[in-house]
């Protein structure tokens, strides 16, 4: 397989990447770069990346992906700084919160929505004309939580609903142009995801997640298998496979019996400090 993800990686001349500086994005660039070290990386993002190596090829353009017009301001820039060639376009960033609706504040749910689904379908609509010319790949990252409803995080996990739905559909839409489609679903990652959401801390067991890494090799093989949908690890694959065949209604039910107990986690831990 090793064979296959190197010239998977080695068609690409670009990587224009969101949240490239932690997490499953930071994942995404160090694992392309050891397959092909002549990708130039674009990386949009409020944060500067500081990466392990020095030698991968990138450049940061600031960007506040829940801001209306920035992306229509940087993506010019980015398009300049691009080489000739394919382009692999990973739309990444994201978060999530914990808690009834609207909680923590009606803003945070709104910019989750900008950031989650607006951004995504933006970015990938003003890079579409490219790709289609040069040829490339789209990888968008939803969640194990686009599966059923989830209740305590209901605008996340129907961003992320329409995240998975919206590039299966977008797959189909672009047959036959040279653009493929893939929707990445990992669940529970080692990323700072949990303390974005309002936790002093990751509340699930190591047992039960994945780290970045992981995710991000399994998302490669399946580009490189020509695979539409991902669902990194096993676990995670069966809880997926179960979950739409369950009544709506009582998988929300079941979903908010088990978020409102990491909910009373959250909760515990506020008292004590």
Request: net charge positive; with cysteine.
């Amino acid at each position: 397989m090793g064979n296959k993800l190197q010239s998977m990686a080695s068609q690409f001349a670009t990587v224009v990447i969101t949240g490239g500086s932690s997490g499953i994005g930071k994942a995404f660039v160090h694992q392309l770069h050891s397959l092909n070290r002549s990708i130039f990386f674009c990386n949009l993002s409020r944060s500067k990346p500081c990466f392990e190596t020095d030698d991968i090829a990138y450049k940061h353009f600031p960007c506040h992906l829940g801001e209306r017009g920035a992306i229509e301001s940087v993506f010019r820039e980015v398009v300049r700084e691009m080489p000739p060639g394919r382009i692999l376009l990973i739309n990444n960033s994201g978060f999530g919160s914990y808690g009834p609706f609207p909680e923590p504040a009606l803003e945070d749910q709104l910019e989750m929505i900008d950031v989650n689904v607006r951004a995504l379908v933006e970015l990938t609509g003003r890079f579409l004309p490219l790709l289609r010319e040069r040829g490339g790949a789209v990888v968008n990252v939803a969640s194990t939580a686009a599966f059923q409803p989830t209740p305590y995080m209901a605008t996340y996990g129907s961003g992320k609903a329409f995240v998975l739905h919206w590039s299966l559909a977008l797959e189909r839409d672009l047959q036959g142009t040279g653009v493929r489609v893939l929707a990445l679903c990992p669940g529970p990652t080692a990323t700072d995801f949990f303390l974005r959401a309002g936790f002093k801390e990751r509340v699930v067991s190591p047992g039960l997640s994945q780290t970045p890494d992981e995710v991000v090799i399994a998302a490669l093989k399946a580009l490189a298998r020509g695979k539409r949908l991902c669902v990194p690890g096993w676990k995670n694959r069966v809880l997926t496979a179960l979950s739409p065949h369950l009544p709506k209604p009582l998988a929300a039910t079941l979903g908010a019996a088990i978020l409102r107990r990491v909910r009373l986690a959250q909760l515990r831990a506020m008292k004590r400090e």
